[in-house]
């Protein structure tokens, strides 16, 4: 379940940092868009981008927010990804996350797939 404090966070704008793990145990970190999707965290990406391929291989995520209202109050979420979404059931999570940062639609000039994460360890502020 989310918190209601890392869902307000997670339904604004704030762009997250998503971090995977690359196929040698290392990090690999990129800003994602992010939404909420019931009691799950949502992010789009390419279904062969590094990210998709690492999660895909691997599940665990961490991503981690700074509040557009309080940057000083990070977010903090472990998960992992539970499921994958494609074609109409992605692009009505994709069109939604789209218009809350850029007011529209997302185009359709690249395949997108979303990744539904799990959240297992939420944090607010400073630990």
Same mark, same amino acid.
């Given at each position: 379940? #989310? =918190?209601? =404090?890392?869902?307000?966070?997670?339904?604004?704008?704030?762009?997250?940092?998503?971090?995977?793990? #690359?196929?040698?145990?290392?990090?690999?970190?990129?800003?994602?868009?992010?939404?909420?999707?019931? =009691?799950?965290?949502?992010? #789009?990406?390419?279904?062969?981008?590094?990210?998709?391929?690492? #999660?895909?291989?691997?599940?665990?995520?961490?991503?981690?927010?700074?509040?557009?209202?309080n940057p000083f109050e990070p977010v903090i979420v472990r998960g992992r990804v539970i499921e994958w979404l494609e074609g109409d059931a992605a692009w009505t999570i994709i069109d939604q996350i789209a218009e809350k940062y850029i007011g529209q639609p997302y185009t359709r000039d690249q395949e997108r797939v979303i990744a539904v994460i799990e959240p297992e360890q939420q944090t607010v502020g400073v630990s």
């Amino acid at each position: 379940m #989310l =918190d209601p =404090d890392v869902r307000r966070v997670l339904d604004g704008t704030s762009i997250a940092h998503l971090a995977t793990v #690359l196929p040698d145990g290392g990090p690999h970190s990129v800003p994602v868009w992010v939404g909420t999707h019931g =009691d799950h965290i949502v992010i #789009l990406t390419g279904p062969g981008s590094r990210k998709a391929r690492n #999660l895909r291989r691997d599940p665990r995520v961490a991503l981690s927010l700074t509040p557009v209202d309080n940057p000083f109050e990070p977010v903090i979420v472990r998960g992992r990804v539970i499921e994958w979404l494609e074609g109409d059931a992605a692009w009505t999570i994709i069109d939604q996350i789209a218009e809350k940062y850029i007011g529209q639609p997302y185009t359709r000039d690249q395949e997108r797939v979303i990744a539904v994460i799990e959240p297992e360890q939420q944090t607010v502020g400073v630990s």
